[in-house]
């Protein structure tokens, strides 16, 4: 399993200052099914006229037994704490909004988003990609989430 630490991410956080941007997210704000574990974010920032900046993250749950069953474990949190059921993105990937809509979770199983990477549909950082393949190889019950500001 890979633990990215502060130093490997460094590069992707540079420019997103959690307190200069009211737009600006953090990972203490990313909803997670209940024991999975985060093990591995990236926040990556738009710095233009609608600036912005978004958290990546693989979370794993080994307890689940399987993605499909971590997937339902997050939908249920979302649900427990008032998010609205959303469409995703692309494909299989399911979306939901915050109470109020001021966050959106954009999420998928980690197979299903490096099938997407691979085939060119989504993209990912480099560090998040390889968190999603060692956990699937690994046979690990693993996420890919995106938590972005919403439109309000």
Not at 61 to 73: D, I, K, Q
């Amino acid at each position: 399993m890979v633990l990215l630490t502060a130093a490997a991410m460094a590069p992707a956080l540079a420019g997103c200052a959690h307190g200069g941007n009211p737009r600006s997210i953090g990972l203490s704000e990313l909803p997670v099914a209940s024991g999975a574990k985060v093990v591995g974010s990236v926040r990556s920032c738009d710095r233009g006229a609608n600036s912005y900046c978004s958290v990546q993250a693989v979370v794993v749950g080994p307890h689940y037994g399987t993605s499909t069953a971590l997937l339902a474990g997050e939908k249920a949190r979302l649900e427990q704490l008032g998010w609205t059921a959303t469409l995703g993105l692309q494909g299989k990937e399911k979306g939901s909004d915050s109470p109020g809509h001021n966050l959106r979770l954009t999420y998928s199983t980690a197979y299903l988003d490096l099938l997407a990477l691979d085939s060119g549909y989504i993209q990912r950082a480099p560090a998040l990609a390889h968190a999603m393949s060692a956990a699937v190889f690994a046979g690990v019950p693993a996420l890919s989430l995106i938590l972005e500001r919403g439109s309000s």
